[in-house]
């Protein structure tokens, strides 16, 4: 495993749609893994995109806790999203960055795993709001795009200027 660099906004790959992945190989389980590494232990993220690694391919991976442990979504589809909720956001590529997103309190969600098999899942709370946001990434999506409301302590900063 290595550590990769992230693509941080700015870069005009970010606003790039993602294409899908047709093989699922090693070089596929090897950009998994970096991916995971870079997402644990650069950045102490929750989740990370394939394209904020450079990589144009419809690959996420998540960890938000203990209960789900690392999940890894290949070619995801959110295909039911129900409720509504607000929650201060982060992302790896707007360091310095936060701000409330409305996103659903429950989704479905189908995608293939790394070696190609189809499952189907159900998330609720941190979860689906992970999920939503790197999948925004896949369509060259960021969450400052839709922050309803800046983090109080950015006023305080004064970075809202940025
Ligand atoms: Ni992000």
């Known amino acids: ?3 990769r660099e992230i693509v ?4 005009p790959i970010l606003r790039k749609k993602s294409r899908p992945v047709e093989k699922f190989d090693e070089r596929l389980h090897i950009l998994l893994d970096d991916m995971a590494e ?6 102490r993220g929750i989740g ?6 450079g ?9 938000v806790g203990e209960e789900s ?6 070619n995801p589809e959110i295909y039911e999203r129900e409720g509504s909720t607000l ?3 982060g992302c790896l590529s707007c360091p310095g960055k936060n701000g409330y997103v409305e996103r659903p309190e429950r989704i479905r969600v189908r995608a293939q795993d790394r070696n190609g098999e189809w499952f189907d899942m159900e998330a609720t709370g941190l979860l689906a709001i992970c999920i939503c946001h790197e999948y925004d990434h896949l369509d060259g999506i960021l969450f400052v795009d839709k922050v309803v409301e800046v983090e109080e302590e950015d006023l305080e900063d004064g970075e809202e200027e940025e």
């Open 48 to 53: 990370i995109a394939a394209v904020q690694v």
């Open 38 to 43: 870079t997402m644990y232990f650069e950045n």
């Open 8 to 11: 941080v906004e700015g870069d």
């Open 1 to 3: 495993m290595a550590l």
């Open 69 to 74: 442990g690392k999940l890894e979504f290949i």
């Open 55 to 63: 990589i144009l391919r419809r690959i996420f991976v998540v960890d």
């Open 87 to 89: 929650f201060c956001e």
